[in-house]
């Protein structure tokens, strides 16, 4: 059984933990092993715990409280802008109930459609979620690499 629940300040390191293991597991059948090294080596920016908590990022957790997963929307740009699972539990149904979970919060605050950027791996999973792929859209990683990515949009009304 797992649930959702907001993101504390004390968590930001094993969520950063996730996002890395995610990135290095889940995306290596897209990327060159080159940008997997330097797109996880990134360092947790200083201010990622203000980011999380200013957003009301989301984790999923199991019965026992352990991180499963966590992603949060930007209100201001209406954008999922990050949806991480632990390689782990990957495959069971975890990813789709945190995605519910973040369009459930982004209509509560009033949004009527998401966008998002998604890594080459992660297409197909926003598409059976009723995504709709839109341009190739590479982003500019603030580390100074970019990362092979598609735009997708999904209304929510």
Not at 31 to 54: K, T
Not at 139 to 154: L, N, V
Request: charged share 15%.
């Amino acid at each position: 059984m797992s649930a959702w629940r907001l993101a504390t300040h004390n968590e930001v390191s094993e969520i950063w933990q996730i996002r890395t293991r995610a990135i290095l597991k889940g995306c290596a059948s897209h990327y060159s092993p080159d940008l997997l090294v330097r797109w996880s080596g990134v360092e947790m920016p200083v201010h990622f715990s203000n980011v999380l908590l200013n957003n009301q990022a989301m984790v999923l957790v199991d019965d026992s409280d352990q991180l499963i997963g966590f992603g949060f929307i930007d209100r201001s740009s209406s954008s999922l802008e990050a949806c991480f699972v632990d390689p782990c539990f990957i495959g069971q149904g975890y990813g789709k109930c945190l995605v519910r979970a973040l369009e459930a919060q982004a209509i509560d605050a009033g949004l009527n459609a998401l966008s998002l950027s998604a890594s080459l791996n992660a297409v197909v999973f926003y598409q059976g979620l009723g995504y709709t792929l839109g341009n190739f859209s590479p982003w500019d990683h603030p580390a100074g690499f970019t990362i092979d990515a598609y735009a997708m949009y999904k209304s929510l009304v």
